[in-house]
């Protein structure tokens, strides 16, 4: 294919998908780390450059890990925390903002914590993943907020808590943690009732997240997928685009 054709498929496409979702009375958007990606955050399996490149996540990524080597997990999430609090939405972001504040859009449903959709301005986001903006004491109540969690860190680099010196943790959910319970149900209403299930910048194989479009599907409804890699939905889509998603959305938005 030539870039001319390239250009005409996607342009196609994208006409095609700003159709369904104007005709779409219950449209709901699952993205994943893609999204971001146009805001300079890497996502976590990209060849060369996905996060999981330099590290393994079971290292430094499971609820196992914060408890053995509370100070290593640190270590690795203290900086990307703080690479994370100074990003900006991308076009991608703001996009899906604009279409739920025309009223084409039901909500977002995000597998990650970097608080993006929320800055961008979307006002129903189900942050599945948990996020980032808050961090809790693993042994009492204590909450604190981002901007909070920088001053409780000790001489080890380990935060602690300040009412009763127990272990701080992100709010973010690690691997061989639940997902929120509150928000998993809400997501699964959203994607049983969705009329057209946009799939964002994810890949799509991470569960429980990954089962949320056959939900759609199982009801009648549409997915479109707007991702550079591939999918275990890709057959089933109403609509691919594998563009930039910042360029696409952009496309599509002023499509609609």
Same mark, same amino acid.
């Given at each position: 294919?030539?870039?001319?054709?390239?250009?005409?498929?996607?342009?196609?496409?994208?006409?095609?998908?700003?159709?369904?979702?104007?005709?779409?009375?219950?449209?709901?958007?699952?993205?994943?780390?893609?999204?971001?990606?146009?805001?300079?955050?890497?996502?976590?399996?990209?060849?060369?450059?996905?996060?999981?490149?330099?590290?393994?996540?079971?290292?430094?990524?499971?609820?196992?890990?914060?408890?053995?080597?509370?100070?290593?997990?640190?270590?690795?999430?203290?900086?990307?925390?703080?690479?994370?609090?100074?990003? !900006?939405?991308? @076009?991608?972001?703001?996009?899906?903002?604009?279409?739920?504040?025309? +009223?084409?859009?039901? *909500?977002?449903? %995000? $597998?990650?914590?970097?608080?993006?959709?929320?800055?961008?301005?979307?006002?129903?986001?189900?942050?599945?993943?948990?996020?980032?903006?808050?961090?809790?004491?693993?042994?009492?109540?204590?909450?604190?907020?981002?901007?909070?969690?920088?001053?409780?860190?000790?001489?080890?680099?380990?935060?602690?808590?300040?009412?009763?010196?127990?272990?701080?943790?992100?709010?973010?959910?690690?691997?061989?943690?639940?997902?929120?319970?509150?928000?998993?149900?809400?997501?699964?209403?959203?994607?049983?009732?969705?009329?057209?299930?946009?799939?964002?910048?994810?890949?799509? !194989?991470?569960? @429980?997240?990954?089962?949320?479009?056959?939900?759609?599907?199982?009801? +009648?409804?549409?997915? *479109?997928?707007? %991702? $550079?890699?591939?999918?275990?939905?890709?057959?089933?889509?109403?609509?691919?685009?594998?563009?930039?998603?910042?360029?696409?959305?952009?496309?599509?938005?002023?499509?609609?």
């Amino acid at each position: 294919m030539t870039p001319e054709q390239g250009q005409a498929t996607s342009r196609a496409a994208a006409v095609e998908l700003a159709g369904l979702i104007r005709e779409s009375e219950r449209t709901v958007a699952l993205t994943g780390a893609g999204v971001s990606v146009p805001s300079g955050i890497p996502d976590f399996r990209t060849p060369g450059k996905g996060l999981w490149e330099k590290v393994d996540p079971m290292s430094v990524a499971t609820i196992d890990a914060f408890h053995r080597d509370t100070k290593r997990f640190w270590d690795f999430y203290r900086p990307r925390f703080h690479m994370l609090s100074d990003k !900006e939405p991308n @076009p991608a972001h703001e996009a899906l903002a604009t279409l739920e504040r025309r +009223g084409l859009l039901k *909500a977002v449903i %995000t $597998q990650n914590i970097d608080r993006l959709h929320r800055k961008a301005g979307s006002e129903r986001v189900i942050e599945v993943h948990g996020s980032i903006a808050t961090a809790s004491c693993t042994s009492c109540e204590g909450s604190y907020e981002i901007e909070q969690v920088e001053s409780l860190f000790d001489a080890d680099g380990i935060a602690t808590c300040g009412c009763c010196a127990g272990k701080v943790k992100p709010d973010v959910v690690l691997f061989g943690e639940l997902l929120p319970a509150d928000a998993m149900a809400e997501a699964e209403r959203l994607c049983a009732s969705a009329e057209l299930l946009l799939c964002i910048g994810s890949s799509l !194989e991470v569960y @429980p997240v990954a089962g949320l479009p056959e939900l759609t599907l199982a009801q +009648g409804g549409r997915i *479109a997928i707007l %991702t $550079q890699s591939s999918t275990p939905y890709d057959s089933a889509a109403a609509v691919r685009l594998d563009g930039d998603v910042a360029d696409e959305l952009t496309a599509v938005l002023e499509l609609v």
